[in-house]
Each structure stands twice: as C-alpha cells, then as structure tokens.
C-alpha cells in the first residue's frame, strides 16, 4: 500500500486545469461586461445631471428677471458641460390668474422624443408690475 503512494505523482491534470481555466474566464467575461455597463451608465447620469441644471437655470432666470411669460410654447438650445441641449417650455394658465405654470424639459438633438430632465414651476405676476 506504501509503494502505490509513491508511485502516484501530486499535481493537477491537464483536463483539470482547462477546466478551472473555463471557469476563471468566464467570471473575468462576467466582471468585465458589469463594468462597461457601469461606464455607460455614468455617460447617461453625466447627460441628465447637466439636463437637470439646464432646466432649473431656465426656471432661476424666469424668476430673477420677474418674466411674465406668455401662454404657449417656447423652443430654444443651452449648452451646459460641453453638452448642447435643446429646451422646451410650455407656459399653461392656472386658476389663480396672478400664477402661471412653466413646464420645462429638455432633450439631446436630434432625439427630441426622449427627455432627459422636466422641471414644473410657477411664476408670478407680481403685484403692482407692468405687463
């Protein structure tokens, strides 16, 4: 029974080394698909951060300049982080006619079918302006 000892050699066969190298492949494959689907989620945060700012921008200014906006709908572009963004709003009457609603979205041409931000606010008709 000693003798059988010996005589067998301490090691790894070639079908099992092929398999663990399978098995590590897979999992790097696996690891490294998770991580360009991380890269591609940061551009897509990236964009609608920056569309989140070019909407409140939009709001912030109608506010500071005490803008009385008609009703209706209003297109234009910004460019914000490098980025150029095309903005719509729509100004909508409310019951209280001293307030007016401003829906702001914004989009990445040419896709104006997917907005990556809306904003909703209210601007004021402040009392004893002229408009």
Do not use: K, Y
Not at 60 to 67: L, M, Q, S, T
Request: proline share 5%; hydrophobic share 50%.
């Amino acid at each position: 029974m000693a003798a059988s000892r010996c005589g067998r050699r301490a090691g790894f066969t070639l079908v099992e080394v092929l398999v663990a190298l399978a098995i590590l492949s897979i999992a790097l494959m696996a690891a490294l698909r998770a991580a360009g689907q991380g890269t591609n989620s940061v551009g897509e945060l990236r964009a609608r951060l920056l569309a989140g700012w070019v909407a409140e921008n939009r709001l912030a200014e109608h506010r500071a300049r005490a803008d009385w906006l008609p009703l209706g709908i209003q297109r234009g572009n910004r460019r914000e982080g490098g980025v150029e963004f095309t903005w719509q709003e729509e100004v909508i009457a409310t019951p209280n006619p001293n307030f007016r609603r401003i829906d702001i979205r914004i989009f990445v041409p040419p896709d104006d079918a997917h907005s990556l931000a809306r904003l909703i606010g209210f601007i004021v008709n402040a009392p004893g302006a002229t408009r």
